[in-house]
């Protein structure tokens, strides 16, 4: 299944990719923060959540530009592979982080 472009992208699996080290508050702050930084590059963020051991960023509009260079910058970042892919806005709005589809 193809999701298409929506206002939502979520970064897969980002918490996972710590090499099996928990991030304490302060370390998950300074991350969301760093992803907020980089994602405002790619237009006006509305929110970034962390739902392990996905990151979530709502975009004020459509984020096709912003999920293809968030997945090149955070990936350069953390020097590891990262997958950002389209998220449904209502089911980012129930709080649901179960949906995964298609990285196209």
Same mark, same amino acid.
């Given at each position: 299944?193809?999701?298409? &472009?929506?206002?939502?992208?979520? *970064?897969? #699996? /980002?918490?996972?990719?710590?090499?099996?080290?928990?991030?304490?508050?302060?370390?998950?702050?300074? *991350? *969301? #923060?760093?992803?907020?930084?980089?994602?405002?590059?790619?237009?006006?963020?509305?929110?970034?959540? /962390?739902? &392990?051991?996905?990151?979530?960023?709502?975009?004020?509009?459509?984020? %096709?530009?912003?999920? @293809?260079?968030?997945?090149?910058?955070?990936?350069?970042?953390?020097? @590891?592979?990262?997958?950002? /892919?389209?998220?449904?806005?209502? *089911?980012? @709005?129930?709080?649901? %982080? #179960?949906?995964?589809?298609?990285?196209?």
């Amino acid at each position: 299944m193809m999701v298409l &472009p929506t206002s939502v992208v979520m *970064l897969m #699996d /980002l918490m996972a990719k710590r090499g099996g080290k928990e991030a304490n508050e302060e370390e998950e702050e300074a *991350l *969301l #923060d760093e992803i907020r930084s980089e994602a405002s590059r790619f237009g006006a963020v509305s929110s970034v959540e /962390l739902r &392990p051991p996905h990151v979530f960023v709502e975009f004020a509009e459509e984020a %096709s530009r912003a999920r @293809r260079g968030l997945q090149e910058e955070v990936a350069a970042f953390g020097k @590891r592979p990262v997958v950002a /892919l389209f998220y449904p806005p209502c *089911l980012f @709005r129930e709080g649901r %982080s #179960d949906f995964v589809a298609s990285p196209r």
